[in-house]
């Protein structure tokens, strides 16, 4: 084998020293036999592990034989070095065999939301501000730079109300939304106020309004979703009242705003609705809220009450993804238009036809209107569709939707149809099955699971997963102390999160977990996850993810290199992770150890420091664990003419 040196006078040498020591030579002989006896069965109880990988375990010693009641080896260093008063760094000047830099203007690159690609695609109905994705051929093989001065975020919660200019050097929305107090520039710095288009007095004093008509604070409300989000002030706040939001908005409409979200350390993605339906589960969300997000709530048509034509196919969109008994909260235009027409410079006509619309869509879906107060409304999905399927002797339309499953949202096209829910009994009866209140809702065992509806996950296998990742989060922390440093990362991704067992461990700490279930699974568990109290997306990882370049400080990694050979190139999927990791990001790979040793072979062209270390359980699993550090560096400094363009 390579490496090993050739039978010479070494050998010899030694088959002389046992010539003269015969009871040294039957010494080795039987610890020689003895432990092929003992790696065979070994072999024979394990199964899969042949001899050779055997060997190599013996070849290549780990590091240490660590357990989770063992101190493991500080493998990496994983401190932050570039913090707040010390952003000077300066490119690496010797690129050698790694991937090269790209140009500073793609500091900013999201690769299925590139503008000029964009265009190329029709502009009916926003399709053209959907994901389009770059062909194999055209991706790019470089690494997306950091900002030249990029320094380290504050950390959680001080990233609510600040952010450094350098990562995200936009000055033009301090400007735009001024008199709506979004975001201010102080110096080295934005401030946001917690204002909004909305929000005269804040953010806080918004969510309190609504709280005086929906209990915001009882744990019956977990999980929402903010529908042209701004800078995510709406999802920043409600997570004092233990609300997890997905803020999401369309790329570049206001410049920068989803990254501002992210820069904050408050969950949002990059979307719109569109042709497509958005990419969650049904009766993902607890709340919807759109508050002045210019979502053109009342087009795109079909036949209400036999004659009528109306429109509405976002919100048939958005009951979708709203839980049985869920609330949809819409403030501003047209809301109460007969008192704020004049300050929104439209017609009263054309606001009363505007909330005629929205008023006959909302009762087809059976939605009942709580209260329109100020210029907030709330209504209310029904907790079952019994009296839903009655009444459509009068709304005949939107039919229920035939054989389609609800859960299916990646590229898949919106339908002008009614999700069903599942079926009750009872009028009373909650469809899906009631969920308890948070924070119990995180470790009691879902409905769609206790129902049998997720196929071949069980009560007790949901249990048993709950307790692996507890104790796999305990040897991650031993094995990276940066884990055990509360506010060292703030936005976390899963990137196959099965069951949502990794966040769910992670529940105490300052985090958020963005949990992704890839679409090429066998099994689909994001609306196990949602039912859990947490967030997630589907994702096919042989494409880009709908976020801005350094949105994430640590990734997970749980045998998604398995999940994709064959599918696509491992280098193209390390680049990315490479482009939504933040400078001196950490990275925690699980996988079969000859997965391991090839990425490693890989993330050393990306300048990652990388170790692998033992399986929690010990150094015989053939799955190992590889922990890497992405350095830090940045773009070359800006010409003065780039600097006075921002």
């Known amino acids: 084998m390579a490496g090993n040196p050739p039978y010479s006078a070494t050998s010899n040498s030694i088959y002389s020293h046992w010539k003269k020591k015969p009871n040294l030579y039957s010494i080795a002989l039987i610890t020689f036999l003895s432990s092929l006896s003992y790696l065979l069965g070994v072999w024979l109880q394990g199964g899969a592990a042949s001899a050779t990988d055997l060997l190599e375990t013996i070849r290549c010693p780990p590091l240490k034989n660590t357990t ?48 000029e690609r964009s265009l190329r695609f029709k502009r009916e109905r926003l399709v053209y501000m959907e994901r389009h994705c770059p062909e194999e051929g055209q991706l790019m093989k470089c690494r997306v730079p950091a900002p030249y001065g990029y320094r380290t975020p504050f950390r959680w919660p001080a990233s609510r109300d600040w952010a450094w200019y350098a990562n995200v050097p936009h000055k033009k929305l301090t400007v735009a939304k001024a008199v709506q107090n979004w975001i201010q520039f102080e110096g080295d710095r934005f401030r946001f106020p917690g ?80 042709s497509n339906r958005l990419p969650y589960p049904s009766r993902a969300f607890d709340m919807a809220h759109c508050s002045r997000c210019l979502i053109p709530w009342g087009q795109y048509e079909f036949e209400v009450m036999y004659v009528c034509k109306t429109d509405g196919l976002y919100l048939i969109e958005v009951d979708r993804i709203l839980r049985p008994g869920g609330y949809w ?111 119990e809702r995180l470790n009691a065992v879902p409905p769609r699971i206790s129902s049998g509806s997720v196929e071949g996950i069980t009560a007790e296998i949901f249990r048993e997963d709950t307790k692996l990742w507890k104790r796999r989060l305990a ?50 568990t994001l609306g196990v996850i949602y039912e859990r109290g947490l967030i997630g997306t589907y994702q096919n990882w042989c494409e880009a993810m709908s976020t801005y370049p350094r949105t994430y400080d640590l990734l997970h990694a749980n045998s998604i290199f398995s999940l994709y050979s064959g599918r696509c190139e ?15 990001g950490s990275v925690i790979f699980r996988d079969n ?30 799955e190992k664990l590889l922990f890497a550090v992405k350095l830090y560096w940045t773009a070359p400094a800006p010409s003065l003419n780039q600097e006075g363009s921002n």
């Open 68 to 115: 989770i009641h063992e101190s493991a080896p500080t493998v990496l260093d994983f401190l932050t070095h570039h913090v707040a008063d010390d952003p000077a760094s300066t490119p690496p000047a010797d690129e050698g065999e790694y991937f090269p830099p790209c140009d500073a203007k793609y500091s900013e690159y999201t690769p299925c939301e590139d503008v």
């Open 570 to 584: 491992m280098e193209d999927i390390l680049l990315e992770m490479d482009r939504i990791l933040r400078p001196e």
């Open 593 to 622: 150890v000859d997965v391991l040793v090839k990425i490693k072979s890989i993330t050393g062209r990306l300048k990652w420091d990388t170790q692998i270390v033992n399986h929690e359980d010990g150094p015989l699993k053939r």
């Open 195 to 274: 204002g909004g288009t909305m929000f005269r007095y804040g953010a806080d004093a918004y969510i309190d309004g609504i709280g005086r008509f929906i209990n915001l604070r009882d744990g019956s409300i977990r999980t929402a979703i903010d529908t042209g989000c701004g800078v995510a002030s709406l999802g920043a706040f409600l997570l004092s009242r233990n609300i997890l939001t997905v803020s999401f908005a369309p790329k570049d409409t206001h410049e920068a705003q989803v990254q501002f979200a992210l820069e904050r350390g408050v969950p949002a993605l990059i979307g719109v609705l569109a």
């Open 475 to 524: 040897y991650y922390k031993v094995a990276n102390n940066q884990l055990r440093q509360r506010g060292r990362y703030r936005n976390l991704l899963d990137m196959n999160s099965y069951l949502g067992g990794f966040a769910a461990a992670l529940i105490d700490d300052p985090v958020w977990v963005m949990n992704v279930v890839p679409t090429e699974v066998k099994i689909n």
């Open 329 to 439: 909260i819409l403030s501003g235009p047209p809301i109460n238009w007969k008192q704020h027409w004049k300050g929104w410079e439209r017609t009263r006509g054309d606001l009363k036809v505007q909330q005629s619309v929205i008023e006959t869509i909302a009762r087809s879906l059976c939605w009942k209107k709580l209260l329109e107060k100020v210029d907030i409304a709330i209504w209310q999905k029904p907790t079952n569709h019994i009296h839903c399927k009655m009444n459509r002797k009068v709304f005949k339309n939107p039919q229920f939707c035939q054989a389609q499953d609800p859960d299916m949202a990646w590229y898949t096209k919106m339908e002008t149809c009614l999700t069903p829910l599942p079926n009750v009994s009872n009028i009373k009866d909650i469809a899906g099955g009631k969920l308890v209140k948070w924070p």
